[in-house]
């Protein structure tokens, strides 16, 4: 069984930085997939990145891609995810999810573990 557990999120004025983590219990990070999602009230679930296993690659939704930077840690069973230039549309809750795949995917019905959220709140 994997814990995932998010942390770092706030409320920031547009146009501030966050860093959200994602701390990985009862299993190692190291050959599996990771993403993050987010959601906003009354709205469906919204790919935001995704990092394969060795962190090589990257994939990034298009209203975050050039602001948003997604990386792993994974001798620490670390995720991160760098949000820049954030903006009120980026308020939702953050999520972690872990696929217990080497290869990345932006669907979250194709992830296996997720945790409880973070919440990020952006104030114009």
């Known amino acids: 069984q994997v814990q995932l557990v998010e942390s770092g999120g706030g409320l920031v004025q547009a146009g501030g930085s966050l860093r959200l983590f994602c701390a990985a219990s009862?299993?190692?990070?190291?050959?599996?997939?990771m993403g993050w999602f987010r959601q906003a009230p009354g709205k469906e679930r919204e790919f935001v990145a995704a990092i394969n296993w060795s962190g090589g690659r990257t994939n990034y939704g298009d209203s975050v891609q050039g602001r948003f930077t997604i990386s792993r840690d994974n001798a620490n069973n670390t995720l991160y995810l760098q949000m820049n230039r954030l903006k009120p549309e980026d308020t939702a809750v953050y999520y972690c999810?872990?696929?217990?795949?080497?290869?990345?995917?932006?669907?979250?019905?194709?992830?296996?573990?997720w945790g409880q959220g973070t919440q990020v709140t952006v104030s114009s």
């Open positions: 009862g299993r190692s990070l190291s050959t599996y997939a």
């Open positions: 999810a872990l696929r217990l795949l080497l290869s990345a995917t932006l669907k979250p019905s194709e992830y296996d573990y």
